[in-house]
């Protein structure tokens, strides 16, 4: 089981052409996601319990991992093969391949980020919160999975939820998660031996089948923090270069609105460097030696009060 949470920056190979502009920047959008599991025995709970058999006593979850993503990539759905990314989060809670998975989708322009947090407690019934989400309109898709372990191949899944309502950001979500066979091993219990499924079928729901009832093995909840871009067409235009950099970009701006702040967060949301420009220069020179390489994104504040976010690219 690999329970480690990345807090390493991604490394990204993006090509960008040319200079960013702010008429081509996304609206940008910061979210909570939690899920919170209620595994247990239907006799034990009567209510919420969702297995029909005893829960073993070494139950828990291996990390929630995905990825923001657009239209053009599927890490998963019920009714298609699972990737061996998938494969291996369903069987074994390792999430080697899939992350590999999601970064050639990152370098292909299909996803911007890859998402991973553990549990708390080790057990059946517990939580973990994906804090301060940063997702571009452009890649407004989350798809998301975890293990139900131990198990043979049985996990938890959301496949490209859409954070957009037209072109506004939906302000909350709450989905119940019913448990899915990866269709990649054939054992029919929580301690079935390795029994491996040749060839792999569909990913299908336990919905009433194996040791579930009907009832969802938890909730995901999708809550807004703050919307962190405004509509890109009402601010002037703004071109940072050279982009990708070694760590020293300008920023140049029009001298009726010039750039006033700069924030600088990761591809995971955490805000990294917090810069002011006092003098209001239009040609800014932003000197981000002290990061990693890496995928980020600067929020600007304009002199009349607007913002735009961009993405850098750091080599």
Same mark, same amino acid.
């Given at each position: 089981?690999?329970?480690?949470?990345?807090?390493?920056?991604?490394?990204?190979?993006?090509?960008?052409?040319?200079?960013?502009?702010?008429?081509?920047?996304?609206?940008?959008?910061?979210?909570?996601?939690?899920?919170?599991?209620?595994?247990?025995?239907?006799?034990?709970?009567?209510?919420?319990?969702?297995?029909?058999?005893?829960?073993?006593?070494?139950?828990?979850?291996?990390?929630?991992?995905?990825?923001?993503?657009?239209?053009?990539?599927?890490?998963?759905?019920?009714?298609?093969?699972?990737?061996?990314?998938?494969?291996?989060?369903?069987?074994?809670?390792?999430?080697?391949?899939?992350?590999?998975?999601?970064?050639?989708?990152?370098?292909?322009? /299909?996803?911007?980020?890859?998402?991973?947090?553990?549990?708390?407690?080790?057990?059946?019934?517990?939580?973990?919160?994906?804090?301060?989400?940063?997702?571009?309109?452009?890649?407004?898709?989350?798809?998301?999975?975890?293990?139900?372990?131990?198990?043979?191949?049985?996990?938890?899944?959301?496949?490209?939820?859409?954070?957009?309502?037209?072109?506004?950001?939906?302000?909350?979500?709450?989905?119940?998660?019913?448990?899915?066979?990866?269709?990649?091993?054939?054992?029919?219990?929580?301690?079935?031996?390795?029994?491996?499924?040749?060839?792999?079928?569909?990913?299908?729901?336990?919905? !009433?089948?194996?040791?579930? /009832?009907?009832?969802?093995?938890?909730?995901?909840?999708?809550?807004?923090?703050?919307?962190?871009?405004?509509?890109?067409?009402?601010?002037?235009?703004?071109?940072?270069?050279?982009?990708?950099?070694?760590?020293?970009?300008?920023?140049?701006?029009?001298?009726?609105?010039?750039?006033?702040?700069?924030?600088?967060?990761?591809?995971?949301?955490?805000?990294?460097?917090?810069? !002011?420009?006092?003098?209001?220069?239009?040609?800014?020179?932003?000197?981000?030696?002290?990061?990693?390489?890496?995928?980020?994104?600067?929020?600007?504040?304009?002199?009349?009060?607007?913002?735009?976010?961009?993405?850098?690219?750091?080599?």
């Amino acid at each position: 089981m690999n329970n480690f949470t990345i807090t390493s920056k991604l490394t990204i190979l993006v090509a960008l052409l040319g200079t960013i502009y702010t008429s081509s920047a996304q609206s940008t959008a910061s979210y909570d996601i939690t899920f919170n599991s209620v595994w247990e025995n239907e006799i034990i709970d009567p209510v919420n319990g969702n297995s029909t058999a005893a829960v073993p006593g070494n139950a828990h979850w291996s990390n929630l991992v995905g990825t923001t993503h657009n239209s053009n990539y599927t890490m998963v759905q019920m009714g298609t093969l699972a990737s061996t990314g998938i494969k291996n989060v369903a069987e074994l809670g390792n999430n080697t391949a899939l992350m590999a998975e999601v970064n050639a989708q990152i370098n292909a322009g /299909n996803a911007d980020q890859w998402l991973q947090e553990g549990f708390a407690p080790f057990a059946a019934i517990s939580s973990t919160t994906l804090s301060n989400i940063v997702v571009s309109s452009d890649y407004s898709l989350l798809s998301l999975a975890s293990m139900i372990a131990p198990s043979p191949d049985w996990m938890i899944a959301i496949n490209a939820i859409d954070l957009r309502d037209g072109n506004s950001w939906k302000t909350s979500i709450s989905i119940p998660l019913f448990p899915y066979d990866a269709g990649t091993d054939s054992g029919a219990n929580y301690g079935s031996a390795n029994f491996p499924t040749v060839p792999t079928v569909p990913i299908t729901s336990l919905i !009433n089948a194996g040791p579930f /009832n009907n009832n969802p093995i938890g909730t995901l909840t999708i809550t807004l923090n703050q919307v962190l871009s405004v509509d890109e067409s009402s601010i002037d235009n703004v071109s940072i270069y050279p982009n990708p950099s070694n760590g020293e970009f300008t920023i140049k701006s029009k001298r009726s609105n010039p750039v006033k702040s700069i924030q600088v967060y990761d591809v995971l949301g955490k805000l990294t460097n917090t810069i !002011n420009n006092k003098a209001l220069m239009t040609d800014y020179k932003l000197n981000l030696n002290d990061l990693e390489q890496g995928v980020y994104m600067l929020r600007l504040t304009y002199q009349n009060g607007l913002t735009s976010v961009n993405r850098i690219i750091l080599n």
